[in-house]
T-cell receptor, first 112, second 115 residues
Framework: GDSVTQMEGPVTLSEEAFLTINCTYTATGYPSLFWYVQYPGEGLQLLLK?????DKGSNKGFEATYRKETTSFHLEKGSVQVSDSAVYFCALSEKGGNKLVFGAGTILRVKS | NAGVTQTPKFQVLKTGQSMTLQCAQDMNHEYMSWYRQDPGMGLRLIHYSVGAGITDQGEVPNGYNVSRSTTEDFPLRLLSAAPSQTSVYFC??????????????FGSGTQLSVL
């Protein structure tokens, strides 16, 4: 079945450091890919998405590129802030499907 | 605009007790779903609904029942609570779910402990 694998955390960075959170997926078809973010005490919210190979999703300084050849969707940000501290989830959805499949989540802690 | 509202926020049950987690959305969304979040396992889909009167099972449906009598409400029932159901439960909705066209709107969660 479909699955998503994320790098284990927590990831601890200093403010203004470069961020990469790795995400790889297994899917039978050509899924759409997502990054969701969960701030402390809140539900998840969509951060960015990409629907086909080589698409780049971006939002709030975060970027991720859909790489079909490596089945990856790594999240990057050039300069993190303390306010970026949260849990980040990679997810996929098969085209025409009714379900999102989530990875285990990666905790990001940014220190000032 | 309230969005997706979940009640209660916290609940403690004894093994064998039953209860209903409430979820309501005021956005006229067709699609609603329930997830549970456990450490190291991310979110797993319990049940979902693509419209009033239509429900289907997700990845981990055992021990849970749902119904969808109205577009707005999608309650999750635990018939006989077990310690393995200790988790954080999230309800999520979207206007239409067909691949990537719509994003999910999540409630703020219900933290459930079963003793």
């Amino acid at each position: 079945g479909d699955s998503v694998t994320q790098m284990e955390g927590p990831v601890t960075l200093s403010e203004e450091a470069f961020l990469t959170i790795n995400c790889t997926y297994t899917a039978t078809g050509y899924p759409s890919l997502f990054w969701y973010v969960q701030y402390p005490g809140e539900g998840l919210q969509l951060l960015l998405k990409a629907t086909k190979a080589d698409d780049k999703g971006s939002n709030k300084g975060f970027e991720a590129t859909y790489r079909k050849e490596t089945t990856s969707f790594h999240l990057e940000k050039g300069s993190v802030q303390v306010s970026d501290s949260a849990v980040y989830f990679c997810a996929l959805s098969e085209k025409g499907g009714n379900k999102l499949v989530f990875g285990a989540g990666t905790i990001l802690r940014v220190k000032s | 605009n309230a969005g997706v509202t979940q009640t209660p926020k916290f609940q403690v049950l004894k093994t064998g007790q039953s209860m209903t987690l409430q979820c309501a959305q005021d956005m006229n969304h067709e699609y609603m779903s329930w997830y549970r979040q456990d450490p190291g396992m991310g979110l797993r889909l319990i049940h979902y609904s693509v419209g009033a009167g239509i429900t289907d099972q997700g990845e981990v449906p055992n021990g849970y029942n749902v119904s969808r009598s109205t577009t707005e409400d999608f309650p999750l029932r635990l018939l006989s609570a077990a310690p393995s159901q200790t988790s954080v439960y999230f309800c999520a909705s979207s206007p239409r779910f067909a691949g990537a066209r719509e994003k999910l709107f999540f409630g703020s969660g219900t933290q459930l402990s079963v003793l």
